[in-house]
């Protein structure tokens, strides 16, 4: 106990910063799959015997953007191709009906629209979406809580009329990448067709289009940014008041543009631990509560109910080129992690034939689902319900860090077994979150980024041959 509670006030003490936990296994840990080894209709049969109450989150992945931004690692490519467009909505409507069966086995709680951004495409897409949404689960606006879309500022400035379109439609919360007030900040993250002065109308026509939900994030650590830089975009943000705001610590991966510039490293300094400071002092100030590490909200307005829902353990079904499905029993997706113009086509091919089954993941075993719960889950979890999958198999692993966690003041003890995080736990999170990752796994995710990493050579010669904390918290190239 006490060397882990040794470690962990060290990774406090030295401002450790991994990448923000949103799954596990994270995408670095996806594989080749056995051809024809997995189907996926018996990945969700044995999926639904796990729960006693079905539910399922519903992802769809838009890929295209007019620019990539130097942070981005996601599977995105730049297209402005109407016929694409044409062509992947209607690949990805045969992959909705060809899922019918496994949608309608289950309560559909969410919708997500990702990319990408989704707000590229025009109206008629989005109703094409929308009613093969319906006619695969007819009474969905009635029992879904949350139909969101990613968009840019600029996508809608550039169309206010279509953005209204998709409230008709369905849509509750739209989420506005905008990253910084700052015009250099903003340059820096390469958008610059959006700037803060496009930023500040695309969320007064939000706001004033009567949209539920407008969700809006920050980034710290971009290059050139200052404390004051900072509290600067922090400020006007509270002040613009949408109804869910995020904050990001900036993750430098090898595949991002960021890592071949000479401004960045993978590991960042940390002061910036203050900037999370002075943010969660101003946004709580103006009446937000914290959601999780990264967010806050409007109580009773604003949140992320399809990441929340996620954590808590329902599963989500993805489908598009480049989505990731969480089952109780395989992550996978239907394509690779290297995103490419031509895989886009050969998705869509494959949706048309109706032959597209899982070639990437990870296959879960009853350990790996416990962890994912605990590195995802601890913002307030009930220990008793992962007895099911085998909670007592690594029992005595995870009370040493609960242990360690509640000795360094990041955890509650709530009743006999439930665990909440403190404000303290909120800010630490992610060090946390490590600390339940199994070896198997932190073995996959250092063996693709360092493959990444050995693989660029302006990061390299930028970098290094071993560069500090290229992923999780441990440091240059260790055995795990």
Same mark, same amino acid.
């Given at each position: 106990?006490?060397?882990?509670?040794?470690?962990?006030?060290?990774?406090?003490?030295?401002?450790?910063?991994?990448?923000?936990?949103?799954? $596990?296994?994270?995408?670095?840990?996806? #594989?080749?799959?056995?051809?024809?080894? !997995?189907?996926?209709?018996?990945?969700?049969?044995?999926?639904?015997?796990? $729960?006693?109450?079905?539910?399922?989150?519903?992802?769809?992945?838009?890929?295209?953007?007019?620019?990539?931004?130097?942070?981005?690692?996601?599977?995105?490519?730049?297209?402005?191709?109407?016929?694409?467009?044409?062509?992947?909505?209607?690949?990805?409507?045969?992959?909705?009906?060809?899922?019918?069966?496994?949608?309608?086995?289950?309560? %559909?709680?969410?919708?997500?629209?990702?990319?990408?951004?989704?707000?590229?495409?025009? =109206?008629?897409?989005?109703?094409?979406? +929308?009613?093969?949404?319906?006619?695969?689960?007819?009474? !969905?606006?009635?029992?879904?809580?949350?139909?969101?879309?990613?968009?840019?500022?600029?996508?809608?400035?550039?169309?206010?009329?279509? +953005?209204?379109?998709?409230?008709?439609?369905?849509?509750? *919360?739209?989420?506005?990448?905008?990253?910084?007030?700052?015009?250099?900040?903003?340059?820096?993250?390469?958008?610059?067709?959006?700037?803060?002065?496009?930023?500040?109308?695309?969320?007064?026509?939000?706001?004033?289009?009567?949209?539920?939900?407008?969700?809006?994030?920050?980034?710290?650590?971009?290059?050139?940014? =200052?404390?004051?830089?900072?509290?600067?975009?922090?400020?006007?943000?509270?002040?613009?008041?949408?109804?869910?705001?995020?904050?990001?610590?900036?993750?430098?991966?090898?595949?991002? !543009?960021?890592?071949?510039?000479?401004?960045?490293?993978?590991?960042?300094?940390?002061?910036?631990?203050? *900037?999370?400071?002075?943010?969660?002092?101003?946004?709580?100030?103006?009446? $937000?509560?914290?959601?999780?590490?990264?967010?806050?909200?409007?109580?009773?307005?604003?949140?992320?109910?399809?990441?929340?829902?996620?954590?808590?353990?329902?599963?989500?079904?993805?489908?598009?080129?480049?989505?990731?499905?969480? =089952?109780?029993?395989?992550?996978?997706? =239907?394509?690779?992690?290297?995103?490419?113009?031509?895989?886009?086509?050969?998705?869509?091919?494959?949706?048309?034939?109706?032959? %597209?089954?899982?070639?990437?993941? +990870?296959?879960?075993?009853?350990?790996?689902?416990?962890?994912?719960?605990?590195?995802?889950?601890?913002?307030?979890?009930?220990?008793?319900?992962?007895?099911?999958?085998?909670?007592?198999?690594?029992?005595?692993?995870?009370?040493?860090?609960?242990?360690?966690?509640?000795?360094?003041?990041?955890?509650?003890?709530?009743?006999?077994?439930?665990?909440?995080?403190?404000?303290?736990?909120?800010?630490?999170?992610?060090?946390?979150? !490590?600390? +339940? $990752?199994?070896?198997?796994?932190?073995?996959?995710? #250092?063996?693709?980024?360092?493959?990444?990493?050995?693989?660029?050579?302006?990061?390299?010669?930028?970098?290094?041959?071993?560069?500090?904390?290229?992923?999780?918290?441990?440091?240059?190239?260790?055995?795990?």
């Amino acid at each position: 106990m006490n060397h882990l509670h040794n470690e962990l006030a060290a990774s406090i003490e030295q401002g450790v910063i991994p990448p923000y936990q949103y799954s $596990y296994p994270p995408r670095s840990t996806y #594989r080749p799959l056995e051809e024809g080894a !997995w189907d996926v209709r018996e990945v969700w049969d044995k999926d639904l015997a796990a $729960y006693q109450v079905p539910e399922l989150n519903l992802y769809l992945h838009v890929p295209f953007c007019r620019y990539k931004c130097g942070f981005c690692n996601l599977y995105t490519v730049i297209s402005t191709d109407e016929d694409l467009y044409d062509a992947y909505t209607e690949a990805l409507c045969t992959q909705i009906r060809d899922h019918a069966e496994i949608i309608q086995a289950r309560r %559909l709680r969410t919708v997500y629209i990702g990319g990408g951004t989704p707000a590229l495409l025009s =109206t008629r897409h989005f109703e094409q979406i +929308f009613r093969t949404i319906g006619e695969v689960y007819p009474n !969905w606006r009635s029992t879904v809580e949350e139909v969101a879309v990613e968009a840019t500022p600029d996508s809608i400035v550039a169309d206010p009329e279509g +953005f209204g379109r998709l409230l008709e439609l369905g849509l509750t *919360r739209a989420n506005i990448g905008i990253q910084s007030l700052v015009p250099q900040e903003i340059r820096e993250a390469g958008r610059g067709q959006a700037g803060e002065d496009v930023i500040r109308r695309a969320i007064a026509i939000a706001q004033e289009s009567g949209l539920p939900d407008l969700s809006t994030d920050l980034i710290m650590g971009f290059a050139g940014q =200052t404390p004051e830089s900072w509290r600067r975009s922090v400020d006007e943000l509270a002040r613009l008041s949408p109804t869910t705001i995020s904050t990001y610590f900036l993750t430098v991966r090898p595949d991002a !543009w960021f890592s071949r510039t000479g401004a960045y490293q993978y590991m960042w300094k940390p002061e910036l631990y203050e *900037r999370y400071d002075y943010a969660r002092q101003v946004f709580t100030d103006h009446g $937000y509560v914290q959601e999780g590490s990264v967010r806050y909200k409007k109580p009773g307005r604003g949140g992320y109910v399809q990441k929340v829902l996620t954590f808590h353990g329902v599963p989500l079904l993805g489908l598009g080129v480049g989505a990731r499905s969480y =089952t109780s029993v395989l992550d996978y997706m =239907t394509g690779s992690v290297k995103p490419s113009l031509t895989e886009v086509g050969e998705y869509i091919k494959a949706a048309r034939e109706h032959r %597209l089954q899982p070639t990437t993941g +990870f296959a879960l075993t009853p350990e790996e689902i416990v962890r994912k719960r605990l590195v995802l889950d601890s913002f307030d979890l009930d220990l008793s319900e992962l007895d099911r999958f085998g909670f007592d198999g690594i029992a005595d692993e995870v009370h040493a860090v609960l242990d360690a966690a509640e000795s360094n003041g990041l955890v509650h003890r709530v009743g006999a077994r439930r665990i909440q995080l403190t404000p303290k736990g909120f800010k630490y999170r992610d060090i946390l979150s !490590w600390m +339940f $990752y199994s070896d198997h796994v932190k073995g996959l995710d #250092r063996e693709y980024y360092e493959g990444l990493h050995d693989t660029n050579a302006r990061a390299r010669k930028n970098m290094g041959a071993t560069p500090v904390r290229i992923t999780g918290v441990t440091t240059a190239r260790e055995s795990v």
